[in-house]
């Protein structure tokens, strides 16, 4: 039997002159496993760091002005997955008929590719402005009019 000597777990301590039996080491391996198996189980303390800001902060919502440039560079604070680009208060697309050609409201950027109008490397994101008016057909990307606000949501 051991001495009354226990670690900080409820452990076993014996001393020299202590005689262990089986059931002082079945009831510390089982006093273990059930520390151990709640522990593991414990996803809120094992999750990394890159985990729990994808949980708490998976996502950004922003807004940028167009200048009416053919381009502009968004820069965003970290290095999106993907992103949604929109004008604000307007459709997705339009077709203009009295040119016979669709305004481009709305894309999609990712790592490996992008919709018309928008391209993302790293953490900039780069919107398009059409400066010349379309030929019937085409298609005129409206991401950034000096006349008009923009949102996007970048996705980590």
């Known amino acids: 039997m051991p001495t009354n000597n226990k670690t900080s777990l409820g452990l076993n301590s014996w001393l020299g002159t202590d005689k262990p039996m089986r059931s002082d080491f079945v009831n510390d391996n089982t006093l273990l496993d059930t520390l151990l198996t709640g522990h593991f189980g414990d996803m809120t303390k094992h999750l990394s760091t890159q985990d729990r800001t994808l949980l708490t902060q998976g996502f950004l919502v922003g ?3 167009g200048n009416g440039l053919a381009s502009q560079d968004v820069t965003l604070p970290f290095e999106p997955r993907f992103v949604l680009v929109f004008a604000l208060l307007r459709p997705a697309n339009l077709y203009r008929t009295s040119g016979g050609y669709n305004e481009n409201n709305f894309a999609v950027a990712t790592k490996i590719g992008s919709t018309q109008g928008v391209f993302l490397d790293k953490a900039k994101l780069t919107v398009s402005q059409t400066v010349n008016t379309p030929t019937a057909g085409g298609t005129l990307n409206n991401l950034n009019n ?11």
Do not use: K, L, P, V
């Open 63 to 65: 807004t940028y002005s």
């Open 146 to 156: 000096a006349m008009n606000d923009y949102g996007y949501i970048a996705f980590r």
